[in-house]
């Protein structure tokens, strides 16, 4: 889909909108959802929704809004004065959310979420299950990160990421990413058409200085390369004109449209290279990194010349060039212990190093993703 024509044909589309886009920047909005840009886009999505098309939500806000609820003059930087912002928010959001699609009579529908929901397989295809469910009901899906219980470990970065993370979990066609500007910019003009993100990164300026979103441009391009390798366009656009999405299905030349990978990655590659945090690494002789890049083959034991990490079989692992350069991504067969036993090791030698024999490759090409 390298022109926009085919836009028009999507039938799920995931919409995230950021907390900047959707409340307000200044602190007297802050709390105020009526002041934000919830009726607007519930009209706009609930059009779509007319018209046969599936909807998903991605919806940030909910410690905007308990902030302004709470009182706080700026964003509490303490974990635990912004989980009770996103208690407090979280429900603000939610109200927000079922006034604004009440003219429509669309039934609202909450997914909170944490990073180990998706990174566990059973509770990520469980999550796809009700999510399809709600979507067949015509409810409208709305997603946020569970900031409550959410930290470090467990965060998704921010909902740029949960975006790109639930257009696979929908199946989607179609992610949009509303802003508070226009796309991406370069020399203050707008950048329609991106087709290798790599090459537009030096447009994005470190983001700095604003206590209400946590994303910004690059966490978008960041986003929209994720989904282009599952085969999803993504369109980066202007939260504030009111019949963008209209204009987007229309493959009018609005935003900044990110072509998808000609090749799809499959769901549950997708899902190794993009949603599982990678537990070490893996250090690859040249011809074990080679075999991998342009044979597609998998990773034996006689390839590895180093071990980091602590990682348990079936954990994901980054596979690493003698240089440090990243290869790939995989689940491995052996935690850090035996894979360390085995580097360099034939694979008749496996049994005898180890005492059994748990697979010929550490990382088999079927649990192996190229980055």
Same mark, same amino acid.
């Given at each position: ?35 934000? &840009? ?21 919806? *940030? ?10 009182? #706080? ?16 928010? @979280? ?37 796809? +299950? ?30 740029? @990421? ?89 493959? @009018? ?25 990678? &537990? +070490? ?16 083959? *998998? ?6 010349? +180093?071990?980091?990490?602590? #990682? ?11 240089? +440090? ?30 005492? #059994? ?15």
């Amino acid at each position: 889909m390298s022109t926009r024509a085919g836009l028009a044909s999507a039938r799920r589309i995931v919409v995230k909108v950021g907390s900047r886009s959707l409340v307000g920047a200044t602190l007297h909005e802050l709390g105020h959802a009526e002041g934000g &840009r919830f009726a607007p886009i519930a009209r706009q999505v609930a059009a779509l929704r007319e018209g046969g098309r599936a909807v998903v939500l991605v919806s *940030s806000g909910a410690v905007a809004l308990g902030r302004g609820r709470l009182g #706080f003059a700026a964003r509490p930087r303490d974990i635990a004065e912004l989980s009770a912002c996103a208690a407090v928010g @979280q429900s603000l959001l939610m109200r927000s959310w079922e006034a604004a699609f009440a003219p429509s009579g669309a039934a609202v529908a909450q997914l909170l979420l944490t990073h180990a929901d998706l990174s566990d397989r059973e509770r990520y295809l469980n999550a796809r +299950g009700a999510l399809d469910a709600l979507l067949e009901l015509g409810a409208v899906p709305v997603i946020n990160e569970n900031d409550t219980v959410a930290v470090d470990e467990i965060r998704f970065g921010d909902n740029d @990421q949960l975006a790109a993370m639930v257009c696979t979990l929908a199946d989607a066609d179609l992610l949009v990413l509303l802003s508070d500007v226009e796309g991406l910019l370069a020399d203050g003009a707008r950048v329609p058409i991106v087709e290798d993100v790599e090459a537009v990164r030096s447009l994005v300026a470190p983001r700095a200085g604003d206590d209400v979103g946590s994303g910004g441009m690059g966490s978008k391009l960041e986003a929209a390369r994720r989904a282009a390798r599952r085969g999803v366009p993504a369109v980066i656009a202007d939260a504030r004109d009111e019949d963008v999405l209209a204009k987007i299905l229309a493959a @009018q030349d609005v935003g900044t449209y990110v072509v998808p990978a000609p090749v799809r990655l499959p769901s549950r590659k997708h899902w190794i290279a993009y949603t599982l945090r990678p &537990r +070490g690494d893996l250090i690859l002789d040249d011809g074990a990194a080679r075999a991998i890049r342009e044979g597609g083959r *998998s990773l034996l034991p006689a390839g590895v010349i +180093g071990v980091r990490g602590t #990682f348990a079989p079936g954990d994901a692992v980054v596979l690493r060039a003698a240089d +440090g350069a990243e290869i790939g991504r995989g689940l491995t067969r052996y935690g850090t212990a035996d894979a360390a036993t085995l580097a360099g090791a034939r694979t008749d030698e496996i049994r005898t190093r180890l005492g #059994f024999h748990g697979g010929d490759e550490l990382v088999h090409r079927d649990d192996l993703v190229l980055v």
